[in-house]
């Protein structure tokens, strides 16, 4: 085989690999449209002019072979959005009278009856108006354990049908359900550029005029065709546009799988330079609902009369602590004393009147001096030992006589303590506590999470806990606020990242926050904050690498060390390294 | 009467940033579309289009001379 036949061989070749690409090119130039692939056509034309027929083949090969790679990569990192969207229910079952009609997801409305049967996907957001079952909420929350579902509990969109028989009341529809929100603002957020992409978008603007101008100038004082050539393959900007994006979206794609939505941007610049987590207290740190944890007889009583003279007075009582009680009651089998003429006393508790015409009181000190009951040294003693352990501490007394006392306290999250140890872990210097409880009970709750008592502050209203986060940030402090998005809105608006949290529940929480957990899953915030972190990581990775190839070939044409085929390898190279370094972020976030 | 919808279009064949620009122009300069914005990290084209003027099967047309096929839709809120 002599060598024309070898070049012939390779022109074939460049023909074959290069026909597709210049049916793009063609294309797109009819639309008026400038294409990378005209860049590679004109490349390879002129490669073949100069005598250099297999840099033609080599360069269109790599360009076909590139491009059939790159579809296969970015497609990868764009899966965990596709996952989701292959997740939304599509049908739903609406009862019309006696029957049941299935229809398109889209076009049940509010107030619409919807049946969920084991198997189905719940179509809406909404109340549960009967039936129960076991749902798998993992799609929405990421979370593996089953939620069971009853009469007025409030399901998600998106949720799986385990077993059981659901009737729900649809409130929010189509496109207005929670998950259907999550996938938009998931999307929405990879768009979102953190600072150093848009620097290299604006680099990436004129790089490729600039590299075409090069290419024509070089030509023209050099009247060296091959160093304008290889100018013309090097000029596409490939790596540059797209490090940031298929970072973005793989990394955020999975961490809204694992129920955590991050928004993107520069908020993941944000999230990455937080020292300073400030925690809500109720509901966010504990359970929220408070329990009874004692209920104490002074001599003379029992521990049921105490209750049941305390669940009497509580009976109409709206008080949250109220509800505790009465709960307390019903799961002893303690009937409370029939009552009439309830006194609601704010700030000291309730005064009712039995149908025996006997005074029935729950409330502090101060409501049993207001009603002359004597409490004695060693009662309030009891009282005063209780508080110290965190509890809410109510007195009851009957006839004017105190007979007893009830403790009721708010439980840590089981995973509490756990999730604050890896936030320290995760290198965040400072945890503290904002809450509007009482001293005595954040304290206790602080000690028991491992929360310094000096990064408490307690007895704060809503607007005091926006200046306590702007103290805060005025020492130094760079805070993320964690809360339930509805009571904290003010502190989490303050604060320089929000997380907001059990956004299933809260609409407005999940557009507003930063971070938005779909879960009370406490365990997801330290891995939101890594998992945002390594984005950012992997971001900047890209870009540098993108950066760095670019400078490389510049220089390589400039010193005759770069060809058109070599060019064009290392700029296809460049792209499926960023697809693939961004690809490691579909990996799920460490941790539980 | 206009009827503003909304959508998401997931797409496949979005592979390259500069066609992502380009499809943006396209569909964007189509009559009846009010807002069209390619989100090229998540392969997505979110279009607002006035459904009185413009049919979906248009703008998919637009989507397929660009050498793009839609993989999945997802309709967007109304209200927003």
């Known amino acids: ?10 022109i074939v070749v460049a023909i074959a690999a290069g026909a597709p690409i210049a049916k793009e090119a063609v294309t797109k130039l009819r639309m008026r449209q400038f294409s990378i692939a005209l860049l590679v056509v ?71 009856i919807v049946v969920v049967r084991p198997g189905d996907l719940v179509p809406v957001d909404g109340e549960v108006v009967a039936g129960s079952a076991s749902l798998d909420t993992s799609s929405v929350t990421g ?32 496109a207005d359900t929670t998950f259907s929100r999550l996938i938009y603002l998931v999307a929405e957020a990879g768009e979102q550029k953190p600072k150093v992409q848009r620097t290299l978008d604006r680099f990436a603007q004129w790089y490729t005029p600039s590299v075409i101008s090069a290419s024509v100038l070089g030509y023209l004082v050099s009247r060296d065709m091959h160093l304008a050539l290889s100018f013309l393959v090097i000029a ?47 509901g966010t740190l504990t359970l929220g609902r408070p329990r009874v944890v004692a209920v104490e007889a002074f001599e003379g009583s029992s521990p049921e009369q105490v209750l049941a003279a305390a669940a009497s007075a509580e009976l109409r009582s709206e008080h949250h602590l109220a509800s505790a009680i009465l709960a307390r009651a019903e799961a002893d089998g303690v009937a409370p004393l029939p009552a009439r003429d309830w006194d609601l006393r704010p700030g000291q508790g309730v005064v009712a009147v039995t149908d025996d015409g006997l005074q029935a009181a729950v409330g502090n000190t101060a409501l049993m001096k207001a009603l002359e009951v004597a409490v004695s040294p060693g009662q309030l003693a009891a009282v005063e030992s209780r508080e110290a352990e965190g509890e809410t501490v109510a007195l009851v007394s009957l006839a004017g006589r105190a007979i007893g006392l009830i403790g009721i306290a708010d439980e840590p999250r089981p995973d509490a303590a756990q999730a604050i140890a890896a936030l320290r872990d995760a290198g965040i210097g400072r945890i503290v506590m904002l809450t509007g409880d009482n001293r005595r009970a954040a304290e206790h709750i602080g000690a028991v999470l491992g929360i310094r008592s000096d990064h408490i502050r307690a007895g704060l209203m809503p607007d ?16 993320a606020m964690v809360g339930d998005g509805i009571n904290d809105a003010p502190a989490l608006a303050t604060a320089d990242v929000s997380i907001a949290m059990g956004a299933s529940a809260t609409r407005a929480a999940m557009e507003a926050a930063d971070i938005a957990l ?34 490389f070939l510049l220089a390589g044409v400039l010193v005759g060390r770069v060809h058109l085929a070599s060019g064009m390898a290392v700029h296809e190279a460049s792209i499926l390294a960023v697809t693939l370094n961004g690809m490691r972020l579909l990996k799920q976030p460490r941790g539980s | 009467m206009s009827d503003i919808r909304r959508e998401m279009i997931l797409l496949s064949g979005l592979n390259c940033p500069t066609c992502a620009a380009k499809l943006e122009k396209a569909v964007q300069s189509t009559p009846g579309v009010n807002q069209a914005k390619v989100i090229f990290g998540a392969g997505s084209l ?30 967007g809120s109304a209200s927003r």
């Open chain 2, 46 to 75: 979110n279009v607002e289009y006035d459904a009185a003027v413009v049919s979906y099967d248009k703008i998919a047309e637009v989507v397929s001379k660009m050498g793009l096929a839609v993989t999945a839709r997802v309709p």
């Open chain 1, 1 to 10: 085989m002599n060598l024309s036949t070898v070049n012939w061989l390779m």
């Open chain 1, 42 to 112: 004109l490349a390879s034309i002129g490669a073949v002019l100069i005598g250099e027929a297999w840099e033609a083949a080599v360069v269109t090969v790599l360009y076909v072979l590139g491009g059939w790679l790159e579809s296969r990569t970015l497609a990868r990192t764009r899966s965990a959005l596709k996952e989701l969207v292959d997740a939304m229910p599509r049908t739903a079952g609406v009862r019309r009278g006696d029957d049941i009609v299935e229809v398109s997801a889209y076009e049940v409305v509010r107030g619409d």
């Open chain 1, 518 to 551: 779909m879960s009370n899953n406490l365990m997801r915030i330290p891995e939101a904050m890594s998992h945002s972190r390594r984005i950012l990581q992997i971001v900047r990775q890209n870009v540098a690498l993108a950066v760095g190839v670019v400078v």
């Open chain 1, 236 to 282: 596409c900007p490939g790596a540059l546009v797209a490090a940031a994006p298929v970072a973005m979206i793989a990394g955020l794609g999975s961490s809204a799988r694992r129920g955590v939505l991050i928004k993107g941007g520069e908020r993941l610049e944000r999230i990455a330079r937080i020292d300073t987590v400030a925690f809500d207290k109720t």
């Open chain 1, 464 to 479: 005091e806990k926006v200046s306590a986060v702007r103290d805060l940030q005025a020492g130094g402090a760079r805070v």
């Open chain 1, 143 to 174: 979370e593996s354990m089953p939620m069971e579902a009853g009469v007025g509990a409030q399901v998600t969109s998106g949720s799986v049908s385990l077993g059981g028989y659901l009737e729900i009341r649809a409130e929010q529809v189509g």
